[in-house]
T-cell receptor, first 115, second 114 residues
Framework: QKEVEQDPGPLSVPEGAIVSLNCTYSNSAFQYFMWYRQYSRKGPELLMYTYSSGNKEDGRFTAQVDKSSKYISLFIRDSQPSDSATYLCAMSARAGGTSYGKLTFGQGTILTVHP | DTAVSQTPKYLVTQMGNDKSIKCEQNLGHDTMYWYKQDSKKFLKIMFSYNNKELIINETVPNRFSPKSPDKAHLNLHINSLELGDSAVYFC?????????????FGNGTRLTVT
C-alpha cells in the first residue's frame, strides 16, 4: 500500500462546477499538507499549504485536513477551464534530521473543466 | 526572471551514455532538491542539499551523482544511462531547514533513453 493514495481520475466537469479532490494517507507522522497544480509540460506549483488539521481558504480554493481520518481534500469553487491541470497532494512529517524537504506525493488527479 | 531554471528542457540519449542536468535558483533559498516523475506521474525525491551539504539520498543508484557548487546551483550527473532512467527530472528549492517551507519547482527536464 502506498503512503499516499490519490485517485488519478481523469475527472471532467463543466465550467462553474464545484470540484472535490481527495487524498488518503497512512503515515501518522505527516503534519504538513500541500496541494500542487501541474500544467502539462510544467513543474508543480504550490496552491495550498496547511499545517495539521483544519480548513484553509484562498479565493476559489479551500483545503481541508482531517488527521483523525487521514484524509485531505481540495475544493475548487466556480471552476474555470484554466483550472484544467493535474492536481497533486503532498505531505511531509515534522522537521528534523533527514526528513525535512522530503515530500511524499500522491499520484495526481487529472482535471478537465470544459466550457 | 525564472525562479528555478533547469537545462536542458529535453534530453534524448542512448543507453550507456553519461549526461548532466543543470539547475539554478534565484530565490535566495538555501535548500535544493532533485525529484523524479515517472510515466505514471509519481513524483519521488532523489536528493536534497542544504547549503551545499547532502541531506537526503533516497536509495538512488550511485550512477546518479548530484553536485552543488554553491547554494544557488544543484546539478545532476548520470553515468551509464539505462532505459529505466527515462523520466522527467525536476529541480526544486526551498527556504530553510523546516518542513513548513514550500518547495518551488522548475519546469523539468524530460529525459528519454533509447
Amino acid at each position: 500500500q502506498k503512503e499516499v493514495e490519490q485517485d488519478p481520475g481523469p475527472l471532467s466537469v463543466p465550467e462553474g462546477a464545484i470540484v472535490s479532490l481527495n487524498c488518503t494517507y497512512s503515515n501518522s507522522a505527516f503534519q504538513y499538507f500541500m496541494w500542487y497544480r501541474q500544467y502539462s509540460r510544467k513543474g508543480p506549483e504550490l496552491l495550498m499549504y496547511t499545517y495539521s488539521s483544519g480548513n484553509k481558504e484562498d479565493g476559489r480554493f479551500t483545503a481541508q485536513v482531517d488527521k483523525s481520518s487521514k484524509y485531505i481534500s481540495l475544493f475548487i469553487r466556480d471552476s474555470q477551464p484554466s483550472d484544467s491541470a493535474t492536481y497533486l497532494c503532498a505531505m511531509s512529517a515534522r522537521a528534523g534530521g533527514t526528513s525535512y524537504g522530503k515530500l511524499t506525493f500522491g499520484q495526481g488527479t487529472i482535471l478537465t473543466v470544459h466550457p | 526572471d525564472t525562479a528555478v531554471s533547469q537545462t536542458p528542457k529535453y534530453l534524448v540519449t542512448q543507453m550507456g551514455n553519461d549526461k548532466s542536468i543543470k539547475c539554478e535558483q534565484n530565490l535566495g533559498h538555501d535548500t535544493m532538491y532533485w525529484y523524479k516523475q515517472d510515466s505514471k506521474k509519481f513524483l519521488k525525491i532523489m536528493f536534497s542539499y542544504n547549503n551545499k551539504e547532502l541531506i537526503i539520498n533516497e536509495t538512488v543508484p550511485n550512477r546518479f551523482s548530484p553536485k552543488s557548487p554553491d547554494k544557488a546551483h544543484l546539478n545532476l550527473h548520470i553515468n551509464s544511462l539505462e532505459l529505466g532512467d527515462s523520466a522527467v527530472y525536476f529541480c526544486a528549492s526551498s527556504r530553510g531547514r523546516m518542513n513548513n517551507s514550500p518547495l518551488h519547482f522548475g519546469n523539468g527536464t524530460r529525459l528519454t533513453v533509447t
